[in-house]
């Protein structure tokens, strides 16, 4: 059994290693940080993707409408809110910026992430993002 602090601190790197791939613009490295079937739920739509291959494919870059200003994202806070032995709450803010740093945009969001045959990986993402 994985001590709380270890699976805290796994959850968070699962989580900035999805911003990671995501500000690097790279469909692979944000696959990895998933597991399948993927949802998520934003802008009043739902996207799931049922497969990683799905996913890669996916033109939006993991279903995010990017500005074209946009630069990178960045955590503002995220705090877990219920877990288990195998799963995780987080509830999360982030920042949209511009190549200067400049932000264009806040959102609060609530991620779900599961662990499967030893990795953690993100699950279900819930936003007020468009």
Not at 1 to 21: G, I, K, N
Not at 30 to 53: Q, S, Y
Not at 91 to 118: C, E, K, N, W
Request: glycine share 6%; net charge negative.
């Amino acid at each position: 059994m994985t001590s709380r602090t270890q699976q805290d601190d796994t959850v968070m790197h699962a989580l900035d290693s999805f911003f990671e791939a995501l500000n690097a613009r790279d469909p692979h490295r944000l696959a990895a940080v998933c597991h399948f079937p993927n949802v998520r739920l934003a802008g009043g739509d739902m996207k799931i993707w049922r497969t990683r291959e799905e996913f890669i494919r996916d033109s939006g870059l993991a279903g995010i409408p990017l500005e074209s200003e946009w630069h990178h994202t960045s955590w503002d806070a995220r705090t877990i809110v219920q877990r288990s032995d195998d799963k995780v709450h987080v509830m999360v803010t982030f920042t949209r910026h511009m190549a200067d740093g400049m932000p264009i945009s806040t959102f609060d969001s609530f991620y779900v992430l599961t662990q499967y045959q030893g990795h953690w990986g993100i699950q279900i993402r819930s936003s007020f993002a468009p």
